[in-house]
Structures are given as C-alpha cells and as structure tokens.
C-alpha cells in the first residue's frame, strides 16, 4: 500500500449478503489479496520448525503481548456454574471485555504513526475468538484473524522479512490462545462436519504445518499417527501440535473421530498433502456462504473487483505491500528470506477434497491434488 499516512480508512463490513454475491467475493480485491497472503506465508514457513531462527520486529511483539493479555483475561474470567455442560456463558464476559477495549489492545501493540489505522482493524480482531451470542468458535474466526494479520503487512506494521515470525510468533499464539478459550469455555464448533471434516475448529494451522514438513528427512506423512513422534514434534511443527491437541478432546480410534486426517496420513508425500489441504481450504471455507457472509471489507481489503486473477492454490502468490514495517531486532539470518513464486491458475478446482474411506491396501497419494 502506497501513502499510508493519508491513506483514508474505513470502519469495515459484511457485503456477501446472499449466496448470489460469492461470483463476486471469488473476483474481488479482498479475495486475491487474502490467498496471496496464505501462500505467501505458506511459502515462507516451508521447511522450517519453529526452533528456526527468524528476524522478529516490534509489530510481531507488540500482536504476541497484546495476546498474552488476553489470555490473562482468561484467568480473570473463569467459568461460571451453569446447567449447561457446553457454551459457557463466562466467555461472554470475557468477548465483551475484547470489545470494550479492544481499540486500546490495538494501539498498545501498534506504533502511534499507525493508530489512524486502528478503527478499521477493530473489526478483525473482535471477530477473532468466536461468537458470544452462539459461544462458539470455527474456520471463519480463525480467517478474521489471518485477514488481521495480512492488514498489518499492508499498512507497514509488519515488513515481508516477517512471514516465518507473523506464523511461528503471531499466528501460533493465537492458535495457543484460542484453544484455551475452546477448553476454559467449552465452545461449540462453528458449523462443524463432524467426522468428516478436518478439525472441528482450525485449518490454517494444517496447511502451514503440512509445508513445515515438505522435504523432512525423517517425518512423513504416516509419521503424525505415532504418538512417540507426537510428543517429540509437536513443538516445533504446527501440523502435530494439531494432532496433539485433538488427540486431548477426543476419544476413541483416531480413525473414527478424525477419518479425513487419518486418510491424509496415507499420502505420499507432504508436499501432496499441503497442496491438497490449500484447494480444499479453497472449497470449503473460502466458498463457503455460511462463512463468507460474516466476513468484514474496509479499504485494506475491499470488495471491490481485482484487476488482477486470483493467485494459483498451488503457488505463492503475491502480497501487494510495498511499505516495509518498522525495523526490528535480527535474531538471525538462518532463515532466508522469501523469494515468491507464482505458479500458472489451474484450469479448474475440485468442489471438495474429502475423502470418505482409506483403502487397506493402495495410498491416497494419486487421491490428493498435484
């Protein structure tokens, strides 16, 4: 974004108001700029654990303590006793308290050259741990989030040498944070498919994860099913931190309370899996009306029709943010730094990727899009 100090922002808003407007979400600037924005930091995490040194700036500290204080609401606001075993009511005192001062949270973690930038990104965060009236939580909250976090590579409060850390710092605190809201208040899953979807709450953290793992030495695939590997990895990968955390609420044959991963589990390869798990993000979240409808567009990410097509699902596409954020501290310079590729769009995507049964004797590798 160019001219960020005059730049006119606007208090964001829903425009997907029927199913009729999703041909014009799929066109729209907000649409290319938010896939850009995933591959991009799809690209950026490849092969990394989050061990890996990264450069980390003031903005990604400012985002990870401004999380650490919400999670210290969480502590001030325990559940309270009510007949209900799930959905407890507490977490709407604690979404409240988000609201009521989530524009001092915001200009705590940002420098004051962009807190005109503030009220426009209210919306985002507020939208980010759930829905108090419903208390529950899924894929659409987790894409307010990630939409935050690519408004703030836009208006420079992030630079482009910040991708690993805005997943590994930004993003991974947030997923911390989150599953703390699901445990303390028992949320419900936000139109979950039950055993046949990925995960009742996240996705983003499976598609970074997976491209983590591109090229291990070691950790394929079926590696994720071995409870060994689990508990030594989970740290550093995201995609096992996943495992490990439905492996907590579920019970029961891995199997048959999480079918969809289990069948992942049998590809060939994770750069398969990464590939695949990025199309069917595309079809179902990102094509979805149900989750659509609640997404917010301000002049950061606008409505309006893209002059460009949307960046290839399977390649990385670009982050139009020429503003770089401010300098930061050099942890290291073992990470390298992106160099973006965009690969030609496909002439067509699948509607869906699911896959409902696991042959005993063939892999799912050919199953799972190229």
Known sequence: MSGVADHEYIIPVPAVSSPDDMPAWDKSEAYCEY??????????????????SFYEGPGIKGMVSMLDTLSQWIDETPPIDQPQ?????????????????????LQDALPESLHRAVPELLGYLTESFGNSTRIDYGTGHEMAFAMLMCCLFKIGALGDNERVAAVFCTFNRYLELV??????????????????????????PFI???????????????SFLQEDVISKNHSDYMF???????????????????????????????????GGLIKMYKAEVLAKYPVIQHVLFGSLLPFKPSLRSPPSMQGVGPMRRPVMGP?????????????????????SLPSSTTLHERPPEETQADKMPN
């Open 327 to 347: 300098p930061g501290a050099l942890r290291s310079q073992a990470c390298p730094p992106l160099v973006a590729r965009v690969s030609p769009m496909p002439s």
């Open 208 to 222: 970074w994860g997976s491209s983590q793992l591109i090229d291990h030495p070691i950790l394929g695939p079926r």
């Open 240 to 274: 096992f931190s996943c495992i490990k955390f439905i492996q907590k609420v579920k019970t029961g044959p891995f199997a048959e309370h999480s079918n969809q991963l289990w069948n992942i589990s049998a590809v060939a390869s994770w750069s398969k899996v990464n």
């Open 85 to 105: 075993r799930f959905g407890n009511q507490a977490f709407r005192t604690w979404h409240g308290r988000v609201k009521e001062n989530g524009l001092k949270l």
């Open 179 to 204: 599953r703390k809201l699901q445990l303390t208040y028992r949320m419900e899953p936000a139109g979950s498919h039950g055993v046949w979807s990925l995960d009742d709450y996240q996705f983003l």
């Open 35 to 52: 896939v850009g924005f995933i591959l991009a930091l799809n690209e950026a995490v490849k092969g990394k654990p989050i061990s890996c």
